[in-house]
């Protein structure tokens, strides 16, 4: 680390008096091996408190003036993990990109709340697969082995409280990292059980099967932006939504066919049960999000969403998102023309898509150069479609590549030029055609949008089927 720098935060906490809570300098640095990029930027909730360069030695640092205690996040492209942070800590990591959070390492003042952290993120993630396979058990054998492993994670809570005195905001923390993790499968646990067994099972739930509800806070704004809470928030409100359709409104358990319906439920109880503003914000944004970009519903049955959206949630801080998205989704609808968005040709021209999908029946598809298994299973895939339907042409988009890479990616790959284009303007294209996941594709027929929602894998299975 700069010697200058360690040397000024050694005075200042020697300056703050015995008790490092008396201190507000708060020193954050470490060392990166195999960085991705050249900055880590420091993060409180969604605002960027800070950034700081990588030095020659792949070293970086903070020294922050003051800090609110709790939770933060450390972004270090494309990777991110959590940091809590409180007046006078002086920590400091060190971490290989090639094993992102299982090399990361905290040492100094607050290390022992945030290696906690992370070693239950860490045990969370080995996880998964293993309660993946509890989901054919009964409700009651599924929540005692949930049970167990939380109370192995209670009893290193504990342990590690008997060795060293952690805050009030520490152990909330703590605890809410072990418990949101298994409270989410909870919420999951009916929809998954039905999907491996065919069986809803409701009536045979324990009745102590979701106690924890009792105790919700849905207004904690410490946890707003914590992954496990507000995950756990999302499926909650739609488990939530769908026993209560299922109980008033007369909707068959087995499936829902009116999503508008469902939507609104979901969004009122968000409006009943949430006050405070981001948390509430976020969790209208998600509906949104959700019943936009994957319902594919009338275009009638959007205006009504938005509207009723409007009532809800008007001022909601990503209102301008929704609403661009809301308008780029009528822009999109079957038999309208497609945008006028230009691409540019392996000669450097610019040309719209319009000119492209003229006169012919056409599949846009979109590939980044950066996701190298994504482009070998779509190029793979559009070779697989271009010999079953003979009468479409396969368009590619690149949407993240230099135009010298492109090139040669399409050299070395055999591709034909003349059905390869590139974005110089990525943000304006994904957000013009609703380029929302990695499989996304457009058919256009003579020039008119037919399916602007198509994936390049279902869409074209459930064509090929038998009728």
């Not at 409180?86 to 060190?94: N, V, W």
């Not at 992370?118 to 599924?142: G, K, Q, R, V």
């Not at 999907?195 to 707003?224: H, I, Q, V, W």
């Not at 058919?443 to 009728?467: H, L, V, W």
Request: proline fraction near 3%; glycine fraction near 4%; charge should be negative.
């Amino acid at each position: 680390m700069n010697k200058i720098l360690f040397y000024l935060v050694l005075f200042l906490l020697a300056s703050c008096g015995e008790g490092k809570n008396e201190c507000p300098t708060v020193y954050f640095a470490g060392e990166i091996v195999n960085p991705t990029s050249s900055h880590v930027v420091l993060y409180k909730d969604d605002m960027v408190i800070d950034s700081a360069k990588l030095d020659e030695n792949s070293r970086f640092s903070f020294l922050l003036d003051s800090v609110d205690e709790g939770l933060y996040h450390f972004y270090h492209e494309p990777e991110v993990q959590y940091i809590f942070l409180e007046r006078g800590d002086s920590l400091q990591i060190r971490l290989n990109t090639i094993d992102f959070d299982e090399s990361l390492i905290f040492s100094g003042t607050g290390e022992e709340i945030n290696n906690f952290l992370l070693e239950i993120f860490l045990s969370n993630e080995l996880e998964e697969e293993s309660i993946a396979s509890y989901y054919w058990l009964d409700p009651l054998e599924f929540s005692e082995k949930l049970d167990s492993l939380r109370n192995q994670k209670i009893t290193l809570l504990e342990s590690l409280m008997e060795e060293v005195t952690l805050t009030e905001a520490q152990v909330d923390m703590a605890r809410a990292s072990i418990d949101f993790s298994y409270y989410i499968y909870k919420e999951k646990y009916p929809f998954y059980h039905k999907k491996r067994t065919g069986e809803m099972g409701m009536d045979e739930f324990p009745c102590d099967f979701y106690a924890y509800r009792k105790s919700l806070d849905f207004d904690n704004r410490n946890l707003t932006y914590f992954r496990p809470y507000y995950n756990f928030m999302k499926y909650h409100f739609g488990n939530m939504s769908y026993m209560s359709c299922a109980e008033n409104c007369g909707i068959d358990l087995h499936s829902i066919k009116n999503h508008l319906h469902f939507t609104k439920h979901t969004m009122a109880l968000i409006d009943s049960m949430v006050t405070q503003k981001e948390l509430r914000d976020n969790l209208f944004r998600n509906v949104a999000m959700d019943y936009l970009l994957k319902v594919n519903d009338t275009e009638e049955n959007n205006k009504a969403f938005i509207d009723h959206f409007h009532e809800l949630s008007g001022n909601n801080k990503h209102i301008d998102e929704i609403t661009d998205l809301y308008a780029g989704i009528r822009s999109m609808q079957p038999d309208r023309e497609l945008p006028d968005v230009k691409v540019l040709d392996s000669a450097g021209n610019h040309i719209s898509i319009r000119d492209i999908a003229k006169d012919k029946d056409v599949v846009f598809y979109f590939w980044w150069g950066t996701q190298k298994g994504h482009f070998r299973n779509m190029t793979k895939q559009v070779a697989k479609l271009s010999i079953k339907h003979p009468d479409k042409t396969f368009v590619g988009i690149n949407l993240d590549t230099d135009p010298l890479r492109w090139i040669s990616i399409l050299e070395t790959s055999n591709l034909d030029k003349s059905k390869q284009f590139r974005s110089d303007n990525t943000s304006e294209l994904r957000r013009a055609l609703i380029v929302d996941h990695l499989n996304k594709g457009v058919i256009t027929k003579d020039g008119r949008i037919a399916n602007a929602f198509a994936n390049m894998y279902t869409t074209f299975q459930q064509k090929d089927s038998p009728q």
